[in-house]
């Protein structure tokens, strides 16, 4: 099984919707983070957590917000989506010999 | 500036040639270097991590870091068309926890 795993892996949706792309991980890692991937742009950091009590924004926080559930849930919403958050989404967690930073599958998102 | 910058490229060797992949990085108290390989689509993947100035070898991979020129590269011997990826070198920032990426280094490896 992955140890790092993203639902769902893709999702179309249409401007305005409330959407939610969920991350879980058995690393039992206490750090971890929701990237986004546009092309030519590299991996940008939306909303990272130390622990379940300390979530911290990223570069490009606008229009997310976060939750953490439980040390091994981390979950990223798009309050209204619009058509520039369509992208390529990354949930990854980080801890462990040498403080290696462990990436899940992706989600894509299409907002129409 | 960028925080670690990366040749875009394509960088494009033929099978079995040396592909070099390099990086330098602004912030000088960084002491932790990653290099992640990405396939199209896919999610990035560690190949190496290294911490200490000098060369850190695994299997066809060699990292090499120069902290004094803030500089770490990456070499693949024998490279394979399986190689052919994007090449993501990250940066630990400080003591934020935070990894900073740079924009990746696309190999092409042709047979």
């Known amino acids: 099984d992955a140890d790092v795993t993203q639902t769902p892996r893709n999702r179309i949706t249409k401007t305005g919707k409330r959407i939610m792309l969920e991350c879980s991980q058995t690393k039992g890692h206490d750090r971890m983070y929701w990237y986004r991937q546009d092309p030519g742009l590299g991996l940008r950091l939306i909303y990272y957590s130390f622990d379940v009590k300390d979530i911290n924004k990223g570069e490009i926080s606008d229009g997310y917000s976060v939750s953490r559930q439980a040390q091994a849930k981390f979950s990223l919403s798009l309050e209204s989506a619009i058509p520039n958050q369509t992208a390529l989404y990354f949930c990854?967690?980080?801890?462990?010999?040498?403080?290696?930073?462990?990436f899940g599958p992706g989600t894509r998102l299409l907002v129409l | 500036q960028k925080e670690v910058e990366q040749n875009s490229g394509p960088l494009s060797v033929p099978e079995g040639a040396i592909a070099s992949l390099n990086c330098t990085y602004s912030d000088r108290v960084s002491q932790s270097f990653f290099w992640y390989r990405q396939y199209s689509g896919k999610s990035p993947e560690l190949i190496m991590s290294?911490?200490?100035?000098g060369d850190k070898e695994d299997g066809r991979f060699t990292a090499q870091l120069n902290k004094a020129s803030q500089y770490v590269s990456l070499l693949i011997r024998d490279s394979q068309p399986s190689d052919s990826a994007t090449y993501l070198c990250a940066v630990n920032r400080g003591n934020t926890g935070k990894l900073i990426f740079g924009q990746g280094t696309t190999l092409q490896v042709k047979p």
């Open positions: 990854a967690t980080r801890g462990g010999a040498g403080e290696t930073q462990y």
């Open positions: 290294i911490y200490s100035n």
